[in-house]
């Protein structure tokens, strides 16, 4: 069971819908399989100093386009442009996902894990990503990026999927909500059910949605040593 502080910090739901993170076009255009698989979305995405920056918002907008195999092509470019930032390593570090699967097998898999999603909820759909519809180099803090995307806000189970990720992680070790082996990545099905238990009961309890719940935890993680 994970039971979080009674008081934390929980931001409104405008807050979290407006969490921009900068993007290098130019960069990720030359990583991909072909400029079609970029969200021509991403190009009204307003310039904040040297990049322009890209928010939850957006990215919900191209999710909501996600019924073809382009629209998931683009949701999944949109959730990886969204949780990666600039730098030239982390971005050839996501970009991997193109490098060792056809533009075809990743078409399939992405196809068969959002069914999933839809049909039989987050953890299953966690599985799947886990397991049979497993894309190399996706691993869990971007794959449960997509199934957020995805489902946060159409999600037809109890639960809607959340973003678990390393930061998030810490956040709930430092409010001793996980126990000390509880990892920082690589989470199995199940620990990732768990989550989704916590969160959900937390944001009933204090009347809000869940991403609220995880934007907090990640914030808090973010300041953590």
């Known amino acids: 069971m994970i039971v979080l502080p009674d008081d934390v910090d929980l931001p409104d739901r405008d807050a979290v819908l407006s969490q921009a993170i900068p993007f290098d076009r130019a960069r990720w255009i030359r990583l991909l399989p072909d400029s079609t698989w970029w969200p021509t979305a991403l190009e009204e995405c307003p310039d ?89 180099y996706l691993g869990p803090a971007f794959f449960t990026k997509v199934l957020y995307f995805a489902g946060h806000d159409r999600a037809p189970a109890s639960h809607h999927p959340v973003i678990l990720d390393s930061v998030v ?20 099905t199940d620990q990732y059910r768990l989550y989704l238990d916590g969160v959900h009961e937390y944001a009933q309890a204090r009347g809000v949605l869940p991403d609220q719940v995880e934007a907090a935890l990640f914030s808090q993680g973010k300041q953590l040593p």
């Open 48 to 136: 904040v100093g040297r990049w322009p920056r890209v928010d939850r918002r957006a990215v919900f907008r191209i999710a909501s386009q996600a019924d073809t195999a382009e629209g998931r092509r683009r949701l999944l470019v949109a959730a990886l442009v969204w949780g990666t930032g600039t730098k030239a390593q982390s971005v050839n570090r996501r970009a991997r996902v193109f490098e060792h699967s056809s533009p075809a097998d990743i078409d399939a898999r992405l196809g068969e894990a959002l069914d999933v999603l839809r049909a039989r909820g987050a953890a299953d759909a966690y599985w799947a990503f886990n397991n049979n519809q497993r894309v190399p």
């Open 169 to 188: 992680s810490r956040a709930l070790k430092a409010n001793d909500a996980v126990d000390i082996n509880w990892p920082e990545n690589g989470w199995t």
